[in-house]
């Protein structure tokens, strides 16, 4: 029982720090490129939209759809890891 629950705790702390990690990279991009850096990107240009205004309104989506399907994958190995797969 005891490994068991050796096993549950070492998952969850890798599953948090999967958290941790893809949420301050959202977070960079949504806040950092669309609010904080926005005036540094405006200087570059795509599809004839500065690129500060592209990460506000666009970008930080993107970013947020790419890393649901980083997170899936790396859920699907930490699950195959520690035994909870199906």
Same mark, same amino acid.
């Given at each position: 029982? +005891? ?10 702390? +890798? =599953?948090?720090? $999967?958290?941790? &990690? ?9 806040? *950092?490129? *669309? &609010?904080? %850096?926005?005036?540094?990107? =405006?200087?570059?240009?795509?599809g *004839? %939209?500065?690129? *500060? %205004? ?6 930080? &989506? $993107? ?5 649901i399907?980083?997170? &899936?994958?790396?859920? =699907?190995?930490l699950?195959?890891? $520690?035994? $909870? =797969? +199906?």
């Open positions: 029982m +005891e490994d068991k629950q050796k096993k549950a705790t070492a998952y969850w702390k +890798e =599953n948090v720090r $999967y958290l941790f &990690i893809l949420l301050s990279i959202w977070f960079l991009v949504s806040f *950092g490129a *669309g &609010i904080l %850096f926005k005036d540094a990107l =405006n200087t570059i240009k795509i *004839g %939209f500065k690129l *500060g %205004f592209w990460f506000a309104q666009q970008g930080s &989506i $993107y970013v947020f759809v790419i890393l399907f980083v997170y &899936i994958r790396l859920m =699907n190995k699950d195959k890891k $520690y035994g $909870y =797969n +199906e």
